[in-house]
């Protein structure tokens, strides 16, 4: 990282606090250990990027190990590889395929829509655009007339993101027919949108990262199956320009298995992505790389202000090594820190200061405990 | 202490009262049926005289095994649950056992799940989780997600 800023943290030579708890929403560039899993990551997006053939890949992670993070690094990535990323967080009710959808449609705004529209036209001319459209989806092709016309109400937004409430009278003042209201209508909706996206000529296809699918297991069968053919349908309607990650958080791996039909599960991608614990190993050069990302003088000690001791000690206290439990132990440990060497009470944290601290926080263990299970 | 349960109607009868007093209490099964070495003397059911059990070993032995055999189960889902970690809808539960034993049908996982309240609960709808979560507060992936 640069030293041309000026540090945050002076006597703990930090340019900002290492330790988040939550991922950073934006542009999460920061990668820290787990070199082989990077490289994966990595190695997936540059190929996503070199064709436009639809895929669906899985992703697997334990409880706390860093797979939203890691879908906002793949966001990162997925600009510089002309990837369209779409990340939603899977929702936390759902009833059938169109509350998925409207996470999906939250990400094209008037102004993005509009931008995807206007570049269509620059290869393929309106009247190409707005029939091909219009030929699968009438009131999306009604729409895009709309936007040529200049004519963006916020109405246009509103139904494509299927708001509850918005009428059919009102709809027909812009030519609209009707509301999205079936899975059949999301599923459409997103083809439109996928080759809105691939015709822009910027982008080789849309990325749709599905965080916390785990979720559907509450889903009784109806609405579960109701979900694996809305993702079954985008990827037969879309056979290019269309990748889709699914992200799931639960104990073992293999019951992905129980949570999606023969029909999507024979679509996945053999390779998928795992972010199991970590081993001592691996933590210990994960909190290296997070000090070092933050670090202000090079010529510091890699892992100052503590030791290669007193990170032992803390990785001790973590049991279960993943990347949330390891950050909130020295999230704690570095809070007391601060204020104890800049006040020179402590030069550095020595193994003793550690433990001292984490025993005088043991709710650390028991919210753990219910997050875990 | 005198049981409130009775063995003196047909076998079904008693072996459904066994099962019941299994999945809700186990300390409260008769003797004979927590252990192979037992004495009817100091059994306290209510009619010892027409009690069943106390007629047919052969048919005590047989409860004995259902008992174990549905405490082998109940562990059996426990296991499939713990290790997923978080609550799911019951038929998935079930797919996971039968995974693993698919003599084991859909209808006993769900008798087992709505049965051992102290085991299991039921979160949400058809949604089961171990009780244990319930206790340790909101689980984050569970109801709190």
């Known amino acids: ?373 | 202490m005198n049981y409130q349960f009775e063995f003196s109607y047909s076998v079904t009868h008693a072996e459904h009262i066994v099962l019941s007093i299994a999945r809700t209490d186990a300390s409260l099964l008769p003797e004979c049926i927590r252990s192979r070495h037992y004495d009817c003397i100091d059994c306290q059911v209510m009619n010892h005289d027409s009690c069943i059990l106390a007629r047919d070993e052969d048919f005590v032995s047989y409860l004995r095994y259902r008992v174990s055999e549905d405490f082998r189960l109940r562990d059996l889902i426990r296991e499939v649950i713990k290790e997923h970690g978080r609550p799911m809808y019951r038929d998935i539960i079930a797919s996971m056992v039968r995974a693993r034993h698919p003599q084991v049908s859909e209808q006993m996982v769900y008798t087992l799940l709505s049965s051992y309240k102290a085991d299991f609960k039921k979160f949400d709808g058809g949604v089961y989780g171990l009780a244990e979560w319930i206790s340790q507060g909101a689980h984050s992936s569970g109801l709190s997600d």
């Open chain 1, 1 to 373: 990282m640069s030293t041309l800023h000026t540090p945050r943290y002076p006597h703990l030579a930090l340019l900002d606090w290492p330790f988040r708890i939550l991922p950073v929403r934006g542009n999460t560039t920061v990668w820290a250990g787990r070199r082989e899993l990077e490289s994966q990551v990595k190695r997936l997006i540059r190929q996503l990027g070199r064709n436009s053939v639809s895929s669906l890949h899985l992703m697997w992670a334990d409880f706390g190990a860093g797979k939203t993070h890691t879908l906002y690094y793949v966001e990162s990535l997925a600009k510089e590889h002309s990837l369209f990323p779409v990340y939603v967080e899977w929702p936390k009710k759902t009833t059938t395929f169109v509350d998925v959808y409207r996470g999906i449609a939250n990400h094209f705004s008037l102004r993005v829509l509009s931008q995807l529209f206007w570049k269509c036209c620059e290869h393929k001319g309106v009247d190409e655009v707005i029939d091909s459209v219009s030929r699968n989806f009438p009131d999306f092709g009604a729409v895009l007339e709309r936007i040529y016309e200049n004519n963006e109400t916020p109405l246009i937004h509103e139904w494509l993101r299927a708001q509850p409430g918005v009428g059919r009278r009102e709809l027909a003042t812009i030519g609209i027919r009707n509301p999205i209201k079936t899975s059949d209508d999301a599923v459409r909706s997103v083809v439109v949108l996928v080759n809105l996206v691939a015709d822009s000529g910027d982008y080789v296809k849309l990325l749709l990262m599905l965080d916390e699918f785990q979720r559907i297991d509450h889903l009784p069968p109806r609405i579960r199956r109701d979900v694996n053919t809305g993702i079954r349908t985008m990827l037969n309607a879309c056979p290019d320009s269309l990748s889709i990650i699914l992200s799931f958080s639960f104990g073992r791996p293999d019951n992905i298995g129980f949570l999606l039909t023969d029909e999507v599960r024979s679509l996945a991608d053999p390779e998928s992505i795992h972010l199991p614990q970590m081993t001592k190993a691996a933590a210990m050069e994960f909190v290296e790389d997070l000090l070092s990302s933050h670090r202000s003088s090079e010529s510091m000690e890699p892992l100052f202000p503590f030791t290669a001791e007193s990170c032992q000690a803390i990785l001790d206290n973590a049991g279960k090594l993943t990347p949330r439990r390891i950050m909130k132990r020295f999230n704690v440990v570095l809070r007391r820190a601060d204020e104890d060497i800049e006040g020179g009470v402590i030069a550095h944290v020595t193994p003793e200061y550690a433990v001292q601290i984490l025993r005088e926080v043991p709710a650390l263990e028991e919210e753990e405990g219910k997050e875990e299970g």
